[in-house]
T-cell receptor, first 119, second 115 residues
Framework: AQKITQTQPGMFVQEKEAVTLDCTYD???????LFWYKQPSSGEMIFLIY??????QNATEGRYSLNFQKARKSANLVISASQLGDSAMYFC????????????????FGKGTKLSVKP | DSGVTQTPKHLITATGQRVTLRCSPR?????VYWYQQSLDQGLQFLIQ???????AKGNILERFSAQQFPDLHSELNLSSLELGDSALYFC??????????????FGQGTRLTVV
C-alpha cells in the first residue's frame, strides 16, 4: 500500500535561514508524482511544488526546492530564506496508481509538519 | 485565489441531520475531488468525479454521497451525521483525471461542525 511519512510534527526556523522538511514515501509503482502543499492557519491548501518519478532534475519553484532521492524514497522540501509568512502546515503527497500503468488524480497525504518561523 | 469555490464556508448542524456541500471547480477543470481533513485522520481522499462520472473512491462512508452535474459543479451529501463527521471538507479540481502531474487546486474548504 502507498504511504507518505512526515516524521517532523513541528519545526522552528529563524527568519532568513533555510529549512528542510522531511518526507519519505512508499510505493511499488514505478510511476508516481510527488507534491508539497502549504496550509496556512486560514485553512486553504496551496500547491508549492511537484516532482515526477522520472524527472531527472530536482524540482524548483522560487524559494522552494525538492530534494528528490529516489533510491531512498525521499522527497524533502527545502525552503530557502524563510519568511514569517512561511509559518504554516506543510503536507507531502503522492499520486495513486490507477491499475493501468498510470496514476489517478487523487492524492495520498502525509500527516504534515507545522513550521514556525521566528523573527 | 485558486479559482475553486466552496459553499458554505462554515456549517453547524445537529447529529442525525443531512447537509450538502457545494463546489464549483476552476473554469475548464473536468475533475473534482473531495477530501476530508480531521485531527485524528488527517487529510483523506473521499471521492473523485471526472466529467460527470465517478472516477475513484477513497475512504468515503456509505452515509456520504457525491455527484457532479453537467455544468461540472459538484455536491457532497452527508447524511445521518455523527459527531465524528466534524471536519474540514475540501473540494479540489484539476484539468485531467489521471496522470502524474495532476496538480489539484483546492477550495477554501467547508468547516462542518456536528453538535
Amino acid at each position: 500500500a502507498q504511504k507518505i511519512t512526515q516524521t517532523q510534527p513541528g519545526m522552528f526556523v529563524q527568519e532568513k535561514e533555510a529549512v528542510t522538511l522531511d518526507c519519505t514515501y512508499d510505493t511499488s509503482d514505478p510511476s508516481y508524482g510527488l507534491f508539497w502543499y502549504k496550509q496556512p492557519s486560514s485553512g486553504e491548501m496551496i500547491f508549492l511544488i511537484y516532482q515526477g518519478s522520472y524527472d531527472q532534475q530536482n524540482a524548483t519553484e522560487g524559494r522552494y526546492s525538492l530534494n528528490f532521492q529516489k533510491a531512498r524514497k525521499s522527497a524533502n522540501l527545502v525552503i530557502s530564506a524563510s519568511q514569517l509568512g512561511d509559518s504554516a502546515m506543510y503536507f507531502c503527497a503522492m499520486t495513486t496508481p490507477d491499475g493501468y500503468g498510470g496514476s489517478q488524480g487523487n492524492l495520498i497525504f502525509g500527516k504534515g509538519t507545522k513550521l514556525s518561523v521566528k523573527p | 485565489d485558486s479559482g475553486v469555490t466552496q459553499t458554505p464556508k462554515h456549517l453547524i448542524t445537529a447529529t442525525g441531520q443531512r447537509v450538502t456541500l457545494r463546489c464549483s471547480p476552476r473554469s475548464g477543470d473536468l475533475s473534482v475531488y473531495w477530501y476530508q481533513q480531521s485531527l485524528d485522520q488527517g487529510l483523506q481522499f473521499l471521492i473523485q468525479y471526472y466529467n460527470g462520472e465517478e472516477r475513484a473512491k477513497g475512504n468515503i462512508l456509505e452515509r456520504f454521497s457525491a455527484q457532479q452535474f453537467p455544468d461540472l459543479h459538484s455536491e457532497l451529501n452527508l447524511s445521518s451525521l455523527e459527531l465524528g463527521d466534524s471536519a474540514l471538507y475540501f473540494c479540489a479540481s484539476s484539468v485531467v483525471g489521471r496522470g502524474m502531474n495532476t496538480e489539484a487546486f483546492f477550495g477554501q474548504g467547508t468547516r462542518l461542525t456536528v453538535v
